[in-house]
């Protein structure tokens, strides 16, 4: 079972607020991703690392921001959240070009 | 751009019958290609990966495999339970940029018993 773990699962929040969802794996695997998944369409790639202070937008456009410090983590900001920020987001690591694993995902309804 | 497509979109079947389903890719550049499972609200769990330089990969009850060249991939499953209901993703990895995957929308699978 793959190592990678994501807080919180469910966020119910209201527009304009601040958000940060967690993205940890034990593995340490040098690559992380950010997708995004609205209801029964495909998952996009919105952020990328390669390694610690390695960033990149995906093919998607988010308004989120990620960080990468440590290699074991990385977070995903929202400043202000609005409705249409309201989606699944799922978060994957992998070595290279080998198996992505994915943590559980986060839920998010803005309000 | 790589495209990614998953047919049938849904599929029902009773119990105990093998299924095929298929994904066909429209950039042959690829690094390898997943299978993956997402159960209702839930993230992915990885099923198969086949390289590039492979033709199929089995585990279990599962089978699948790759034609780089015509750009299309099977998941074969046999005697199908209950269990396996879920919506099946297949994904490539592409050759170039950030390495992600491109996923289809998916075959959502019922299993009846």
């Given at each position: 079972e793959a190592d990678i773990y994501q807080t919180p699962r469910y966020l119910v929040i209201g527009t304009g607020k601040k958000i940060t969802l967690e993205c940890s794996q034990t593995?340490?695997?040098?690559k992380m991703y950010w997708y995004q998944q609205d209801p029964g369409m495909e998952l996009h790639l919105i952020h990328y690392s390669y390694g610690v202070n390695s960033t990149e937008k995906g093919d998607l456009s988010s308004e989120s921001t990620v960080s990468r410090i440590r290699t074991e983590h990385f977070p995903l900001t929202l400043e202000s959240a609005r409705p249409s920020h309201t989606s699944q987001y799922l978060c994957a690591s992998s070595v290279s070009s080998y198996e992505q694993y994915f943590g559980p995902g986060t839920r998010l309804t803005v309000t | 751009k790589q495209e990614v497509t998953q047919i049938p979109a849904a599929l029902s079947v009773p119990e105990g019958e093998n299924l095929v389903l298929n994904c066909s890719f429209t950039d042959s550049a690829i690094y390898n290609l997943q299978w993956f499972r997402q159960d209702p609200g839930k993230g992915l769990t990885s099923l198969l990966l086949i390289q590039s330089s492979q033709r199929e990969q089995t585990s279990g009850r599962l089978n699948a495999s790759l034609d780089k060249s015509s750009g299309r991939s099977t998941l074969y499953i046999a005697a199908s339970q209950p269990g396996d209901s879920a919506t099946y993703l297949c994904a490539v990895e592409r050759q170039t940029g950030a390495n992600n995957l491109f996923f289809g929308t998916g075959t959502r699978l019922t299993v009846i018993p």
């Open positions: 593995m340490g695997h040098d | -």
